[in-house]
């Protein structure tokens, strides 16, 4: 660029000094630039010695200028070097020429000081009745040439330098724009996920912009994210059915063990021995105790996830139940309805409720390449809950609820199995003696929920 801005700072033939010339280390031959110059404005083109000696074209070598200069000196101009070089251009045909009778008598070194340009020169050159005489010049310049000359090369070159300078500028800041942008935006949204991990929130975030652009910038963070969000979301599913059935467990077990405890200690006390077996009567009778009470502890441990089971049915609020729900998940492309008529509670087992609507969501968020949109609307039919679940992720080929929790269906590429959150679903439906069906949707999945209520008695 800056090779260019310098060749074609000059236009014309009359915006060249003699600085340029020692600037282009013209000696014998004009440049290309000067010859395409003098082409273009149809001059001709020569390069002389202070006698006007021709060194250019050199098939007029040794020859003078004089008589070239004298055929047509109105549109002759020389420039003259530091080394006393002369460029002389001569426009062809542009004005009347004359015929000059005492050519003999003119100094070849005079006839070119007195034909420069940008008033240079000495003489000024004068011809009546075909004679040539000279006047000194009354514009002339005392100063060298070369130094005003050089002058404005400088300040040309200053100028030349401070615009490329400028255009870099330019250039690298557009340049780093660009590319800082395309890093960055990739890097905010992994920032935004890795946010969302720690918050607990196992998602991508929610953006308009175009993902896949993201993973081709770091396809490697991507991945590991990816496989990290699968990991987590896995672990905290697996956790979460791992609680439902260890509650369950533990009820069970607990009652199960009662029973023959309760036996062993009745029959303890009816046992009638020996005063030296009575001690080993007694020890049973601790031992049976003991037992029990280790059992109660553990009932009391696990009371936070059985207490709920213990209390069968209740009635609460369905809105704040939700709300509660969704913020543990943090799941932001969820939209709620509510369709209460007024009312907000729900008679019912608020645990099997909360594992309902957390196995629905983490299935639509764990089975899907992309966030789906998830949509949730909530009727009271009377004292019946209904509920639509719907999300426009891949979707399900299967359009049986009880072929999916027995064939423990995955829609999953490496196919995982998750019947087991299915069945917390259908367990949650088959307690409140109500239905769950897949109604065919064009893209995602339709879950139509009925929750059968029966109103407490008190």
């Not at 993973?215 to 496989?227: A, C, I, M, N, V």
């Not at 009652?255 to 049973?284: A, C, N, R, W």
Request: charged content about 25%; aromatic content about 10%.
């Amino acid at each position: 660029m800056f090779y260019t801005l310098v060749v074609n700072l000059y236009d014309g033939m009359n915006a060249i000094s003699s600085e340029d010339l020692e600037l282009y280390n013209i000696t014998d031959e004009p440049n290309e630039r000067i010859k395409n110059l003098a082409k273009k404005q149809n001059a001709s083109l020569y390069v002389t010695k202070k006698n006007g000696d021709i060194s250019y074209p050199k098939h007029l070598k040794s020859k003078n200028i004089k008589p070239i200069i004298l055929k047509n000196i109105n549109n002759a101009n020389s420039i003259e070097s530091d080394r006393g070089i002369y460029l002389v251009y001569i426009y062809d045909n542009l004005t009347k020429n004359y015929a000059i009778r005492n050519s003999d008598d003119i100094d070849a070194n005079q006839l070119l000081d007195s034909i420069k340009t940008q008033d240079y020169n000495r003489f000024n050159y004068n011809v009546s009745d075909g004679l040539l005489t000279f006047t000194k010049n009354s514009n002339f310049r005392q100063d060298s040439p070369s130094i005003e000359a050089g002058e404005r090369a400088s300040m040309s070159f200053i100028k030349i330098t401070c615009i490329f300078i400028l255009v870099n500028i330019v250039l690298v800041a557009l340049t780093a724009f660009f590319i800082s942008k395309r890093l960055t935006k990739p890097l905010s949204y992994y920032i935004d996920w890795i946010g969302n991990l720690s918050q607990g929130k196992l998602h991508q975030p929610t953006s308009k912009r175009k993902i896949k652009k993201k993973r081709k910038t770091y396809p490697e963070l991507d991945t590991s994210l990816t496989q990290l969000n699968q990991q987590m979301l896995s672990n905290k599913i697996y956790h979460n059915q791992i609680d439902y059935y260890k509650s369950k467990w533990i009820s069970q077990i607990s009652h199960d063990l009662k029973s023959p405890l309760t036996t062993i200690y009745g029959y303890s006390k009816l046992i009638q021995t020996d005063e030296s077996s009575q001690p080993y009567v007694q020890l049973i009778v601790e031992k049976s105790l003991f037992m029990s009470k280790l059992i109660d502890s553990l009932n009391t441990t696990f009371d936070a996830e059985t207490r709920q089971m213990k209390q069968d049915k209740e009635h609460f609020p369905i809105k704040s139940t939700v709300d509660h729900i969704t913020s543990i998940i943090g799941y932001e492309a969820i939209s709620l309805t509510y369709n209460l008529n007024g009312k907000d509670e729900f008679y019912g087992n608020k645990l099997y409720f909360e594992r309902l609507l957390i196995n629905l969501i983490n299935n639509s968020i764990e089975h899907n390449n992309e966030n789906p949109a998830i949509d949730i609307t909530f009727t009271l039919e009377d004292i019946n809950l209904v509920i639509d679940y719907k999300d426009n992720g891949q979707g399900i080929a299967k359009n049986n609820i009880e072929q999916l929790i027995k064939q423990s269906y995955t829609s999953k590429l490496n196919k995982e199995q998750h019947g087991v959150g299915l069945s917390i679903i259908q367990d949650a439906v088959n307690y409140h003696n109500g239905h769950i069906e897949l109604v065919p949707i064009s893209k995602g999945v339709h879950f139509h929920i009925v929750l059968i209520s029966e109103e407490d008695p008190q």
